[in-house]
């Protein structure tokens, strides 16, 4: 019964910005770590960046800092992404995870195409 929905991909121009949703149910929300993946076609799957589940520390991949912003809300059970200067290379399906111990939750994912 654990549920992780993405929402607010799309299509949006090279320089511009987007920002994803996940909303989780059948969880205490507040225990996991919250992470997001992405993969963009012939690549492999790789991290995004992470946010822990109380403090809120987060930590980025090289190509994401500067540019991205993970947050979250434990009360509304919901993680962000705020994508800014996005590059065509950013192109990809956008995973959210959440982890904790030995449970690991996925979303279905969604897709951010970034062209011109």
């Known amino acids: 019964q654990v549920q992780l929905v993405e929402s607010g991909g799309g299509l949006v121009q090279p320089g511009g910005s987007l920002t994803l949703s996940c909303a989780a149910s059948?969880?205490?929300?507040?225990?996991?770590?919250m992470s997001w993946y992405r993969q963009a076609p012939g690549k492999e799957r790789e991290l995004v960046g992470t946010i822990t589940s109380i403090s809120r520390t987060t930590r980025y991949a090289d190509s994401a800092k500067g540019r991205f912003t993970i947050s979250r809300d434990n009360a509304e059970n919901t993680v962000y992404l705020q994508m800014n200067s996005l590059k065509p290379e950013d192109t990809a399906v956008y995973y959210c995870n959440a982890r904790r111990s030995s449970q690991n939750y996925w979303g279905k994912g969604a897709l951010v195409t970034v062209s011109s």
């Open positions: 059948g969880l205490t929300f507040s225990n996991y770590v």
